[in-house]
């Protein structure tokens, strides 16, 4: 799975073995309707993707490489409604998956680039837009001007560029080091989080973080605050 998922073909085997059992597995299911579609993309950096099965109609979060084994497996999950781009960085084969799906790509207006000038939604200021009694998206500029989280069920934050865990798994993280557009705004942007709940942190680089309540997900965050503050 590992050298499915990788975006540059580094990875290997000693031996001759095939790989066709573990193209098959993806997306990975990572809890309920939740799962990693795996097959990153080096245009990307190599950020995960993640897609959520919902009857509402499905959702990519961020851009996977549009690879055949996994666009036939989302066709049999019942295909793509939506393709959330948490900012400008993680958009890899965007419209070939649009073309593919006939889904609509919602960015923040801050991030359109030359390469997103198509997308079909676009998200304006910094104000919670909801997409469905499920799904809300979050304005958290820092990391870039127009980053954005997606809140699924209060349950589930996808937050591209913006908080990740640490190694150790038991506390959050932002960095200085790849924050492209300010810091201030995007300690201001953490700070927005404690209005919402959730208990996974799912990025796009990084650790991911599972609590297991909302409350110790939201002091996980008081934590990180204090410390940056």
Known sequence: MALVACPTASIGTAHKTS?????????EPVEEE??????????????????????????????????GPL??????????????LSHRDDVADHEELARV?????????????RQTSDVERIIEGDEPVRLADDLTVIPVPGHTRGSAAL??????????????????????EMSRGVCWYSWPEQVKSLAKLL?????????GHGRR??????????????ELLAQLR
Request: some cysteine.
């Open 209 to 222: 973080l599972r609590t297991e309540s909302p409350e110790e997900m939201r002091a996980k965050v008081v």
């Open 71 to 84: 666009i036939k497996r989302l066709r049999e999950l019942g295909g793509v409604r939506w393709l959330f």
């Open 195 to 203: 209005d919402f709940r959730f208990h996974w942190v799912l990025p």
């Open 19 to 27: 790989a066709a059992a573990a193209a098959r597995s993806f997306p």
């Open 101 to 113: 799906f006939g889904c609509e790509r919602i960015l923040h207006r801050d991030d359109v680039t």
């Open 34 to 67: 939740v799962s990693y579609c795996g097959y990153a993309a080096e245009s990307s950096f190599g950020a995960s993707s993640y897609f959520i099965r919902r009857p509402g109609g499905n959702v990519l979060v961020d851009s996977p490489r549009a690879a």
């Open 151 to 172: 809140l699924y069920r209060d349950t589930f934050l996808f937050t591209g560029d913006h908080l990740w865990a640490t190694d150790e798994q038991d506390a959050l």
